[in-house]
């Protein structure tokens, strides 16, 4: 089942599928390791749901939940 990582529940691990969007923001995505097979999880989200704070090879990056809903996982 894929979806969107802006949808997904919190400290559960995803594979990411790919990434669809708007193509510079994609490429930027892509730069910072969002690529197809790595594994990532969502651990932190502000109140407001905005921003996300997401683990990936062992970094812990903020991304905007728009920007997440482009990262489709499963």
């Not at 510079?24 to 921003?51: K, Q």
């Amino acid at each position: 089942m894929t979806r969107r990582l802006s949808e997904v529940p919190l400290n559960r691990w995803f594979r990411i599928k790919s990434v669809k969007g708007p193509i510079d923001e994609c490429h930027r995505l892509l730069d910072l390791g969002f690529t197809p097979g790595e594994e990532v999880v969502v651990t932190h989200a502000a109140p407001f749901g905005d921003p996300l704070v997401i683990r990936i090879r062992d970094a812990l990056l903020a991304l905007r939940k728009r920007e997440a809903a482009w990262i489709l996982v499963q």
